[in-house]
Structures are given as C-alpha cells and as structure tokens.
C-alpha cells in the first residue's frame, strides 16, 4: 500500500516571503499522480496543484510550484510571495494510475501554515 | 454548476441513533467516495464507487454503509452512531481520467454524544 508522509504539522512564513512544505511517499508504481490540496477555515478542500509521474518538469500554477523528485519519492510545494490567504492546511495526496488505487486518494496529515502580516 | 453537494453541514447525534449523510455530484463524475477527517490524521476513505451498483471497502469502513443506485449519489449511513465516529466526513467524486484530482463536498460536521 501506498503512504504520504507530511513531516511538518506546522509552518509559518512572512508575508511577502517564500515557504516551501514537504511530501514523501512510498509506491512500487512507476505510473502515478500527485496532487497538493488547500484547505482553509471554510472546510472546503481546493485543489492546488497536480504532477504526472511520467512527467519529468515540475508543474506551476501561478505562485505555487512543485519540485518533484521522483527518484527520491520527494513532492515538495513551493509558494512564492505569500499572502495572508494562503493561510490554511495543506495536504499531499497521492492516485494511482490503473487499479484499485486509482479509485481513490492517499493523504498525508496535513501541513498548517500560518502566514505572518 | 453546483459541483458536489453534501447536506446537512452540520449533525449532532446521540449514541446509538443512525444517520444517512447525503451527496449528490452534477458533473457525470463515475467515481465517487467518502472519506473522514480527524484531527492529525489526515483524510481517510470509508467507502467508494467505480459507478452505479459497484461499491467497496476503504481503509475505516467499520460501522458505514453505502450504496449507489445512481451515478448523482453516493449516500452514506450510520447503523449506529459511536463516538468514535465524531469527524468530519467530506463526499468526493472524480472522473476517470487519471490527470485529475477529485473534487470535494464542502464536508459535514458530526458529533456523536
């Protein structure tokens, strides 16, 4: 079975500044996705970013980036120029490419990070 | 486009009582599941649906029962109602195309007393 590790339950970064929140995983799979979700006080789980395995350049949404390490199992989330509405909790989340696990989701536990004005 | 939609948001229970959260998704999405969040624990999957009349176990179904009888809802039931149950359920549905993530219910909040 497939598991996501967040090994910072918390961070906190300067407005204005860059933060980056790490992500592990574990597979034997080579075809694979992963995936970075926002969720701020409102509950709602917003999709942030995603990254193909078979994908060797890094994905980049607007202030948001990954560096993806596939031989090191790494997913990091890169922010730039934080702002006070990127405060919430951040989950790593890893999708097979074909059977059962591709049918659902893996999360870490979660990063919270608090943005400092 | 509503997306996915849960109700209630909100539920208190006594122990004991059963319970059906409801989801309904307008996107034509085939795949859909439930999961729950607990403090430090990250989201967990209950139960999930390839499609109309295929359902199967995740990694905490103990105590839930689902069934689909179409391809809009993915209801989920609480035989009876533990503490232990007290989460966050949030309803989520994806279509088969890999690239994508699935796309979340804006959650409800059960208490179990």
């Known amino acids: 079975a497939q598991t996501v590790t967040q090994s910072q339950p918390e961070m906190s970064v300067q407005e204005a500044e860059t933060v980056t929140l790490s992500c592990t995983y574990d597979?034997?799979?080579?075809?694979?996705?992963l995936f970075w979700y926002k969720q701020p006080p409102s509950r709602q789980m917003i999709l942030v970013i995603r990254q193909e395995a078979y994908k060797q350049q890094n994905a980049t949404e607007n202030r948001f980036s990954v560096n993806f390490q596939k031989a090191a199992k790494s997913f990091s989330l890169k922010i730039s120029d934080s702002q006070l509405g990127d405060a919430a909790m951040y989950f790593c989340a890893y999708r097979s490419g074909s059977g059962a696990g591709s049918y659902q989701l893996t999360f870490g536990k979660g990063t919270k990070l608090s943005v400092i004005p | 486009n509503a997306g996915v939609t849960q109700t209630p948001k909100f539920q208190v229970l006594k122990t004991g009582q059963s319970m059906t959260l409801q989801c309904a998704q307008d996107?034509?999405?085939?795949?859909m599941s439930w999961y729950r969040q607990d403090p430090g624990m990250g989201l967990r999957l209950i139960h999930y649906?390839?499609?109309?009349?295929?359902?199967d176990q995740g990694e905490v179904p103990n105590g839930y029962n689902v069934s689909r009888s179409t391809t809009e809802d993915f209801p989920l039931r609480l035989l009876s109602a533990a503490p232990s149950q007290t989460s966050v359920y949030f309803c989520?549905?994806?279509?088969?195309?890999?690239?994508?993530?699935?796309?979340f219910g804006s959650g409800t909040r059960l208490t179990v007393v």
């Open positions: 989520a549905s994806s279509s088969p195309g890999q690239l994508y993530g699935y796309t």
């Open positions: 649906s390839v499609g109309a009349g295929i359902t």
């Open positions: 996107m034509n999405h085939e795949y």
């Open positions: 597979t034997s799979e080579s075809d694979y996705y």
